[in-house]
């Protein structure tokens, strides 16, 4: 993807490409919003108000429904993210096992509120609802993968293995 | 003997592969359905007794019976993948260790339907299953399970999977149906069913991954053999999700006859240091609250109804003597007015307004009237949304506080 301006988005022809056929997947091109805005996020970092108009116009959509469908999913970003995004869970079966530890841990460790960045970029804390991975109470997902049951000592390794 | 359809292959190396699902009898039971007119699956899948592993709990052949007779144009099937229920993790274990199992079932089910294209919804927090089962059904696309012609039956069928962006209510089948269509997932009101207007306006049929990876076993071993596993109301075995203060947190596949009280303490190994139970959520986080003293019930969709609970999403929190019951109703709201998708008035202001009250409880700060008050905004909202959300926030508001109400009047101050 090229960058224009801080989160403008134009894709490339191989992208562009991916995006026809992810359209061709379904009886409605439409359908293809969620993945195309994945594949744009995924480009671009996150998905600022200058590729929702982008987006759009990919669909023939208003940008008003493709900012309508980014506000209500928790997996699309409206503001840039750290190079790595941590979500611990906080839901019931972690909390009864010391999620909120967990998050203090992190906390520290990192020096940044949930919901902010670390001011070098490197990591995103998020604390997000239940994640279905109860056996490993309590757990957090980096970046793809799931880890836990954590404890200071298994937070501080996988932090780091984060560059 | 202890029958393991669903998690038989699970210690396997390499069972999430084509090879060693064919190994393990793997694809039979598509041969034997072939073999059948799809009217004749339908039927079999009824008797068997099977019902919808997701939470809802309906029997899935009377589902499939709805799509209208005759219908003219394209009929799809949708399995949902969006496995969101706290407490529940099942899965994702069928997902990354048997993939094929969820294939095999989704091509049957399809040929028993009609429809020519199936979708999966896999929750977008799950990439590691995503890429599992995109793997395997490639390798169903190039071993002519899926596609053209399948195994020279003349049955068409593609497989197109897509990918959540996190919301819990896409989990819900309207609210991923309008997902899947690249719209928020607002759920759609009912009638009409989407096995009658669903996904792009068609006919469609949205089953659990669980429920749909039973039927080849159901295809291959009998309907008889399989509702004699479980009840006279609901057949086969389905997957426990046990978590919080046992000593194995794990899945556990057992008969839906199986007691409460068995499930954690023989299979899940009791609970760790010595402690004592207080209380257990028996089907995920939106069904009510158990005593202690209330786990001899069985864990089928009617032993769990007529215990005042609901066997849900079977995802059992377990709780031990040291847990605040008005701290984890505080977490509980905390998820319920989070993901309340705001569509309707009643869910969207009262998840708010009592995770706001549960939370001033807990700080010390409620109100004498608070717990009444949440009581009585739980039972007004009640069946008065467009889905069942609300109704599932309303399970915990409820048994939570009717069941411990003295652990939350010590909480608030005396005026």
């Known amino acids: 993807m090229s960058v224009a301006g801080a989160g403008t988005a134009e894709l490339t022809p191989e992208q562009l490409a991916e995006v026809r056929r992810l359209q061709g997947l379904y009886p409605d091109k439409r359908a293809a919003l969620l993945p195309v805005l994945q594949l744009a996020q995924d480009a671009c970092g996150y998905i600022s108000l200058e590729t929702e108009a982008y987006v759009a116009r990919l669909f023939d959509l208003s940008p008003a429904h493709v900012h309508e469908v980014v506000t209500f999913y928790t997996l699309f970003f409206r503001e840039p993210k750290g190079r790595h995004v941590i979500s611990v869970c906080h839901n019931l079966t972690c909390h009864l096992l010391g999620a909120e530890d967990a998050i203090a841990h992190l906390k520290a460790r990192l020096g940044v509120e949930v919901g902010g960045t670390t001011k070098d970029g490197r990591v995103t804390l998020l604390s997000v609802e239940c994640l279905c991975a109860c056996e490993m109470a309590p757990m957090m997902q980096v970046d793809d993968r799931y880890e836990g049951p954590l404890t200071p000592e298994t937070i501080d390794r996988i932090l780091e293995g984060l560059q | ?415």
């Open chain 2, 1 to 415: 003997m202890r029958e393991r359809l669903l998690t038989g292959n699970f210690h396997l190396p390499q069972s999430h592969t084509l090879r060693v699902y064919r190994e393990t009898g793997g694809y039979a039971g598509l041969e034997k359905a072939f073999a059948l007119p799809p009217a004749a699956i339908t039927e079999e899948v009824k008797k068997s007794n099977l019902r919808g592993l997701g939470g809802a709990g309906f029997p899935t052949g009377i589902k499939w019976g709805f799509i209208p007779k005759g219908h003219q144009g394209p009929i799809y099937l949708v399995i949902n993948a969006d496995e969101g229920e706290p407490g529940t993790f099942k899965d994702r274990y069928l997902l990354e260790k048997d993939p094929h199992s969820l294939i095999e079932g989704m091509i049957i089910s399809a040929y028993a339907i009609g429809a020519h294209v199936a979708f999966i919804y896999v929750r977008g927090e799950y990439v590691r299953p995503w890429r599992i089962l995109r793997q395997a059904v490639e390798e169903a696309y190039a071993a002519g399970f899926l596609g053209r012609n399948i195994l020279g039956s003349g049955f068409d069928l593609d497989v197109v999977i897509h990918r959540g962006a996190g919301a819990y209510i896409c989990g819900e089948e309207t609210g991923l149906i309008s997902s899947l269509e690249g719209k928020k997932g607002w759920p759609k009101l009912k009638p009409p069913f989407p096995a009658v207007r669903g996904a792009f306006g068609a006919p469609t049929i949205v089953n659990n991954v669980e429920t749909i990876c039973h039927v080849p076993h159901i295809m291959r071993r009998g309907a008889e053999w399989f509702a004699g596993l479980g009840t006279n109301t609901q057949g086969g075995t389905r997957m426990y999700s046990v978590s919080g203060h046992v000593v194995r947190p794990g899945v556990y596949e057992l008969p839906v006859s199986v007691t409460l009280r068995t499930l954690i303490y023989e299979h899940a190994g009791g609970l760790p240091n010595g402690r004592g139970l207080k209380a257990v959520v028996p089907g995920g986080s939106s069904a009510a609250i158990l005593r202690a003293g209330e786990i001899d019930v069985t864990m089928d969709v009617d032993g769990l109804k007529n215990a005042g609970t609901m066997a849900g999403s079977a995802g059992v929190i377990v709780m031990d003597d040291t847990v605040s019951i008005p701290e984890a109703l505080m977490v509980v709201a905390r998820f319920y007015a989070h993901e309340s998708c705001g569509q309707c008035t009643p869910c969207r202001e009262s998840t708010g307004w009592i995770f706001k009250m549960a939370k001033r409880i807990v700080e010390g700060k409620g109100r004498k009237e608070d717990l009444d008050t949440i009581l009585d905004v739980a039972r007004r909202g009640a069946g008065t949304t467009i889905c069942a959300f609300y109704d599932g926030a309303v399970g915990p508001y409820i048994s939570y506080i009717e069941k411990f109400r003295e652990e939350f009047e010590a909480l608030i101050p005396r005026a």
